[in-house]
C-alpha cells in the first residue's frame, strides 16, 4: 500500500484535514481483518496487500482499489460515522457529486450485513440500468428493494413502477436462480399493489439470470385467470438483458421416482428427496393419510403416494399427497402445517408435473384396479385454517379455470382430532374472517 504525503493540508468540510482523514481511515484498516471498499451502486471491491492505495494528492485524499474485474477511484472528503467494522465517508464522484462509500471489516457480523444489504442496493441500481436500457422512453416512478411485511414485499427482488402516458409497467427482478421460486408470488403482490384502473391494465415484467427461467414459464403457463400481460427477461453477469419467448423455455425438469414401492398396492414411503425441517409437516402427512376421507370423502383410502416425483433443481419444503376418487380422478394434496406465502405457486409446480405424467400414462401402475380418468387432477391445499396467508385467495385467483382447487382448512388443535373447518373453492374468500380452531 502506497501512502504519499503532502507538506501542507486542507480541511475538509467538516472540519478534518487530508491527513487527519487519512489516519483516520489507516487506524481503522489496522484493525481489519478482512476489509472491503463498498460503494452503493456498485460490487464491493477486496482490499488486498498490493491492491489498493490511500495517497494525498494536492491536500486532498484519495482513495484507489482494483480488482481483476474493475477499479475504483474516489476523493474523500469526510468521515461520516465509524462503528465496529465499519467506516463511513463521503466521498467526490466524477461529475462533481457527493456520494456514500464505506471500509467494512467482513469479519464483524455488523459489517457483514451492511456489506449485504448494499449487495442488494447494487443489484438494484444494476435493475435500474437494465430497466432504462429496455425501456427507453418510459418514467421509473419507482424503485425499491426495501422489506415492507405489511404488503409482503421482499427485499431480495427490487420492484420498480414504469409509467409512459396512460401506460404501466410493475417490474420484478431476480438476483439467482436458486431465488427464482419465491419470485413469482411477490411479483403477483406488487403488480396488485401499483395497480391503477385509471391507467388501464399494468404489464408484468421479470428479469432473471440467464441460467434460469424454465419454472417461472411454466407457471405463467397456467396463470390465465387474469390477463398478465407478462414478459420474460434474461440478463448476464454483465447486466445485458434480452427478452426471450416462455414458449421457447425448456421441459418441466422431473422424473418419477423409481422405487418398487410405487407399483404395491399399499401406500408407498420413498425416501424423501428433500429433508423436511419441521416435524409436524411429517406428522400431519400422517394424520391426513389415516383421515383422507374427512379431507375429501370422495377419494379412495389406498393406495395413497407421496413424493411421486423428483424435482430437478428446486427443494420443497412441502409434503405432497396423490391419491385418486373411486371415478378415476387423481387429486394432489399439498400440505403445510404453519403458514407460507408461497404455498399456492408451490403447489402448482407439482400439480401441472403430476398432469404431464398423467397425459403421457406414466401413472396408471400406482393406481391397479381404477383406470386414470382423462381429466386434470383435483389441487387441494390442506392447513391449519388460520395459517392460509391473506394473499392466498388473491394469487389463486390467476390460476387457470382447468385447475379446479380447493383450500381445505382443519382445526389449529389437529394433531389430537382432525376436522375440516374451512372449505373454500379456487380464490374465494370466508365469509366470515372470525376464529377457526
Known amino acids: 500500500m502506497a501512502n504519499l504525503y503532502h507538506k501542507n493540508t486542507v480541511h475538509s468540510a467538516q472540519g478534518a484535514s487530508a491527513s487527519t482523514l487519512l489516519e483516520t481511515v489507516e487506524a481503522f484498516l489496522k484493525t481489519c481483518r478482512d476489509p472491503v471498499l463498498l460503494e452503493y451502486g456498485e460490487e464491493p471491491v477486496r482490499l488486498k496487500a498490493g491492491e ?8 486532498r485524499l484519495w482513495v484507489e482499489a482494483w480488482s481483476g474485474t474493475r477499479s475504483i477511484s474516489r476523493r474523500i472528503l469526510t468521515v461520516e460515522r465509524r462503528s465496529p467494522g465499519m467506516l463511513d465517508c463521503t466521498v467526490h464522484r466524477f461529475g462533481g457529486k457527493a456520494g456514500k462509500l464505506s471500509f467494512l471489516d467482513l469479519d464483524r457480523p455488523q459489517a457483514a450485513h451492511k456489506s449485504h444489504s448494499g449487495l442488494r442496493q447494487n443489484f438494484a441500481e444494476q435493475f435500474r440500468r437494465m ?6 422512453g418510459w418514467d421509473i416512478a419507482t424503485l425499491s428493494c426495501g422489506l ?42 406488487w403488480r396488485r399493489h401499483v395497480s391503477n384502473p385509471a391507467r388501464g391494465q399494468t404489464s408484468l415484467v421479470l428479469f432473471l439470470p440467464d441460467d434460469s427461467g424454465n419454472l417461472t414459464a411454466h407457471r405463467l403457463r397456467w396463470l390465465t385467470a387474469e390477463s398478465l400481460n407478462a414478459r420474460l427477461f434474461r440478463y448476464n453477469l454483465h447486466g445485458s438483458a434480452g427478452e426471450i419467448d416462455p414458449a421457447d423455455l425448456g421441459n418441466l425438469q422431473t422424473r418419477l ?33 389415516s383421515n383422507l376421507t374427512i379431507i375429501e370423502p370422495s ?10 416425483l423428483t424435482f430437478a433443481g428446486g427443494d420443497r419444503d412441502l409434503i405432497d399427497l396423490l391419491a385418486i376418487s373411486a371415478s378415476g380422478r387423481l387429486a394432489v394434496l399439498e400440505l403445510k402445517a404453519s403458514e407460507d406465502i408461497h404455498l399456492p405457486l408451490q403447489a402448482l409446480d407439482y400439480w401441472m408435473r403430476i398432469r ?35 394473499s392466498h385467495a388473491f394469487i389463486l385467483r390467476h390460476f387457470s379455470p382447468e385447475i379446479e382447487v380447493e383450500r381445505v382448512g382443519i ?5 389430537h382430532s382432525l376436522k375440516v373447518v374451512l372449505r373454500l373453492k379456487g380464490g374465494d374468500v370466508p365469509i366470515s374472517h372470525g376464529s377457526c380452531s
Not at 489498493?52 to 491536500?59: C, G, I, K, Q, V
Not at 387441494?380 to 385454517?385: D, I, T
Open 52 to 59: 489498493y492505495s490511500l495517497e494525498l494528492r494536492a491536500d
Open 131 to 136: 430497466l432504462f436500457r429496455q425501456f427507453p
Open 148 to 189: 415492507d411485511l405489511q404488503r409482503s414485499f421482499s427485499s431480495i427482488f427490487p420492484r420498480a413502477l414504469l409509467t409512459c402516458g396512460n401506460r404501466q409497467i410493475a417490474a420484478l427482478a431476480c438476483p439467482s436462480a436458486q431465488d427464482e421460486p419465491a419470485m413469482l408470488s411477490f411479483a403477483l403482490l
Open 257 to 289: 421416482r423409481t422405487t418398487t414401492a410405487l407399483s404395491g398396492h399399499e401406500p408407498s414411503l420413498p425416501a424423501k428427496p428433500t429433508p423436511i425441517s419441521d416435524s409436524s409437516e411429517r406428522s400431519l402427512e400422517a394424520l391426513v393419510r
Open 299 to 308: 377419494l379412495v383410502p389406498h393406495p395413497v403416494h407421496d413424493q411421486v
Open 356 to 390: 404431464w405424467h398423467a397425459e403421457r400414462g406414466e401413472l396408471q401402475h400406482l393406481f391397479p384396479g381404477t383406470p386414470i380418468a382423462p381429466v386434470s387432477p383435483r389441487l387441494l391445499l390442506v392447513a391449519p385454517a388460520m395459517s392460509f396467508h391473506s
Open 411 to 415: 382445526n389449529s388443535d389437529w394433531r
